[in-house]
């Protein structure tokens, strides 16, 4: 079953949230302009708040000035981001998130000019919003651009005696058994689960997982693991541990791989020594190699 773009589900939210905010600050930026006073919407009582601002008796004598900023600031910016959104263009995820800041830092203006109040705060949560939406986007974004293809790699299965094993959730562990069976001539095997392991509550699910450094059903072992000479192990690092289908891999691996060395993929700047030492008892051997790899968003750097 194809999962669901985490992506457009995102960048639809932030349409949402870009035309919401910039459709409302055009409209009351156009009342301030057209009834500068701010009798029209009731809004001339808040003129004296006004006065602790800098260039109070020059730009906010009236709402002319906060007006023009208004439209400029929150008005425009959010419905030119809006429309990079609907054209489909990066730019747009990346601006979208900037003005939910921006809209933030105006209400943090308003937080010191007037006192506490229910529209105020309300806006500062919505400017946080579309900030939130506008990063997951960007993340979502890089995820799904990443690509790993088996054909890119060539040399991958000539060594009969060499094996490769691996559990992915979004292909950046993959890429790296890739690369290492093509460098060695391996075969590979990849670990799968029947649990749900991808997407938003695949993360969710698979964290409850290694929060508990449970074992996760896997996949009957379909290779023979005593006719290799040497098995490279590739796996993701959970909650600061081994993974947990790579977990009941080793349990069951026990006794049968003659010599391994790991390859350990992870999002921290720590070599988890200890998560290598866990492979080791489970698996009754002493490791060969350890090589730990820091990944953020598909950019790998060996630690």
């Not at 040497?230 to 796996?235: A, D, E, L, N």
């Amino acid at each position: 079953m194809k999962q669901k773009s985490r992506f457009e589900t995102a960048r639809r939210w932030l349409v949402f949230w870009t035309l919401f905010i910039g459709i409302g600050a055009v409209a009351g930026a156009l009342a301030m302009l057209i009834d500068p006073s701010g009798r029209f919407m009731g809004m001339d009582a808040m003129l004296p708040y006004f006065q602790v601002l800098p260039f109070a008796d020059r730009v906010f004598q009236d709402f002319t000035f906060s007006g023009w900023a208004l439209l400029i600031v929150n008005g425009l910016t959010n419905l030119t981001a809006a429309a990079l959104l609907l054209a489909k263009k990066k730019a747009g995820t990346v601006l979208g998130g900037v003005f939910g800041v921006t809209l933030m830092l105006w209400i943090c203006i308003q937080f010191y000019i007037f006192p506490l109040n229910f529209m105020s705060t309300s806006f500062f949560v919505f400017g946080a919003a579309q900030a939130a939406t506008g990063y997951a986007a960007w993340v979502f974004g890089k995820q799904e651009a990443f690509h790993v293809a088996l054909t890119d790699y060539p040399n991958i299965g000539t060594n009969k005696k060499r094996l490769v094993v691996f559990s992915s959730r979004m292909g950046y562990v993959r890429k790296l058994a890739y690369e290492e069976a093509n460098r060695s001539g391996a075969e590979t095997y990849e670990v799968k689960s029947p649990e749900r392991t991808e997407g938003t509550l695949g993360f969710w699910w698979c964290g409850r997982y290694g929060m508990h450094k449970w074992q996760m059903p896997i996949e009957p072992v379909s290779v023979s693991l005593a006719d290799y000479e040497h098995v490279t192990i590739c796996t993701p690092i959970w909650v600061f541990s081994v993974a947990a289908p790579m977990r009941s891999f080793c349990a069951q691996a026990a006794g049968k791989i003659k010599e391994a060395d790991y390859i350990l993929v992870h999002h921290q700047g720590s070599t988890y020594k200890s998560a290598a030492d866990e492979m080791d008892a489970l698996l009754g051997l002493e490791r060969t190699g350890l090589r730990s790899v820091q990944c953020r968003k598909g950019q790998y750097k060996v630690v």
